[in-house]
């Protein structure tokens, strides 16, 4: 009788073992689980937006794979194969996207976990005020917090600007992204937290774009570099 009593116990220290197994499956399987990322913009998130391609990559490089960029824009060229879809959609303004209501659909189509958003270029070149944009901001931030109660949301504080013909648009954009920090603090919450991340600093017009305000290699470069450390963190929450 002790034998059998003694392998009994033995069996069920066993089996004990077996059925803890599966929960670090479980766990490894959970902190893998794939973030749809989605870029809302204009002609500087999508044409062609490079600074995606390069973001995307250094993301892979660094073994953080589980993303799946979303949009219904499909990728441009940039050189090299990478997962570009997008919502960059060149010339729009913020003020139109949201009084036009125009993202719903498209956080439908996509269903993104994650929105980064660099807008108010062309809003700023209309000479529209900083309080309408963060004002469109906030209708746009309701509507991904309808689609998505717990979406998490990267706004930039956007790249200058100095396009010939537009002497003021350099600080409209300074006016623009002090109002975005104030705009993002009144609006984060625990559940849909907002991360600023700034695109403005170092960022120069005559070096790193091609007309005072799109991107050019040097630009895309560094435009990537900005938005990577907030968004592997960011990913890395999930």
């Known amino acids: 009788m002790r034998f059998a009593y003694t392998s009994l116990v033995a069996a069920l220290a066993w089996s004990a073992c077996v059925v803890a197994a599966p929960s670090a499956s479980v766990a490894e399987r959970q902190t893998s689980a794939t973030v749809r990322i989605m870029a809302l913009g204009d002609s500087i998130t999508g044409s062609p937006g490079c600074w995606r391609a390069y973001l995307w990559k250094k993301l892979q490089d660094a073994g953080i794979k589980n993303t799946d960029f979303v949009g219904t824009l499909a990728a441009q060229g940039c050189g090299f194969t990478y997962d570009g879809e997008n919502e960059g959609h060149g010339g729009y303004l913020a003020t139109n996207i949201a009084s036009q209501n125009l993202l719903p659909s498209w956080l439908s189509s996509t269903k993104p976990d994650v929105v980064m958003m660099h807008l108010g270029t062309n809003d700023v070149w209309s000479n529209i005020p900083a309080a309408n944009i963060t004002a469109a ?17 990267l706004v930039a504080q956007i790249i200058p600007m100095n396009p010939s013909g537009c002497s003021a ?36 017009t005559a070096s790193m774009t091609g007309d005072g305000v799109h991107p050019n290699e040097a630009g895309n470069q560094k435009l990537a570099t900005s938005w990577y450390a907030l968004l592997a963190g960011v990913i890395k929450s999930f």
């Open 137 to 153: 901001f906030s209708t746009l931030l309701s509507q991904m917090r309808t689609q998505k109660s717990t979406m998490k949301v």
């Open 169 to 204: 648009c350099g600080q409209r954009v300074v006016d623009l992204n002090a109002a975005i920090k104030t705009w993002a603090s009144s609006k984060n919450t625990t559940t849909s937290p907002i991360t600023v991340v700034d695109c403005w600093t170092g960022f120069e």
